[in-house]
Nanobody, 118 residues
Framework: QVQLVESGGGLVQAGGSLRLSCAAS????????MGWFRQAPGKQRELVAT???????VLEDSVKGRFAISRDNAKNTVYLQMDSLKPEDTAVYYC????????????WGQGTQVTVAS
């Protein structure tokens, strides 16, 4: 199994930026798809961004134009660049990888907290 570890979260002012990292213990190409989810207290887990094995990406409407997902193949790491952050972006951000975004076979990271102050 490939393990995932997120990092890069923290406290930032509204309008600021953060870059989250998802480091894999093995090749990220073992996954058909990888993605970033987030979960705020009292809310369902929400898909944020997706990257497919071939490199295509999808951003959800709530973050389109502000966030970007990318990867460094040599480092087996996927990134989430977050710009123009808003207080409503505050959540624990999780990285996942597997045959599909919500497959029971997926690997998940432990999460990293992002807090955006108004």
């Amino acid at each position: 199994q490939v393990q995932l570890v997120e990092s890069g979260g923290g406290l930032v002012q509204a309008g600021g930026s953060l870059r989250l990292s998802c480091a894999a213990s093995g090749s990220i190409f073992s996954f058909n798809v990888m993605g970033w989810f987030r979960q705020a207290p009292g809310k369902q887990r929400e898909l944020v961004a997706t990257i497919y094995r071939g490199g295509n990406t999808v951003l959800e409407d709530s973050v389109k134009g502000r966030f970007a997902i990318s990867r460094d193949n040599a480092k087996n790491t996927v990134y989430l660049q977050m710009d123009s952050l808003k207080p409503e972006d505050t959540a624990v951000y999780y990285c996942t990888g597997g045959p599909a975004l919500l497959s029971h076979k997926n690997s998940w990271g432990q999460g990293t907290q992002v807090t955006v102050a108004s």
